[in-house]
Nanobody, 128 residues
Framework: QVELVESGGGSVQPGGSLRLSCAAS????????MGWFSQAPGKEREGVAA????????YYADSVKGRFTISQDNAKNTVYLEMNNLKPEDTAMYYC?????????????????????WGKGTEVTVSS
């Protein structure tokens, strides 16, 4: 079993920054693909960023490229999402997800079906 706990959400003004954290526990071989998804009210959950742990390969949605950065701290079993230049349209609940790959890639890394484990989410609000 894998448990994921997100933190770091909050309210910021447009142009501001936040860093989300996802602390993972459980069998590491079941979570070598880690992703962040967002879900705005009334919308479907969408992939934002993902990482293939170990090699460090990263994947980003076009809407966040150049603004968001996913990273890992292996010693802390934690994955981060650094969010810069936030926009009102980034307002959403953000979920951490974990999945397994044996193919050498997490592709398709930004689709929900890639992942088996989900956290409960942390809320991000961007408003002036």
């Amino acid at each position: 079993q894998v448990e994921l706990v997100e933190s770091g959400g909050g309210s910021v003004q447009p142009g501001g920054s936040l860093r989300l954290s996802c602390a993972a526990s459980g069998r590491s071989y079941r979570r070598n693909c880690m992703g962040w998804f967002s879900q705005a009210p009334g919308k479907e959950r969408e992939g934002v960023a993902a990482m293939y742990l170990g090699p460090g390969s990263t994947y980003y949605a076009d809407s966040v490229k150049g603004r968001f950065t996913i990273s890992q701290d292996n010693a802390k079993n934690t994955v981060y999402l650094e969010m810069n230049n936030l926009k009102p349209e980034d307002t959403a609940m953000y979920y951490c997800a974990a999945g397994t790959t044996s193919s050498g890639s997490c592709y398709p890394a930004l689709t929900r079906s890639r992942y088996n484990y989900w956290g409960k989410g942390t809320e991000v609000t961007v408003s002036s």
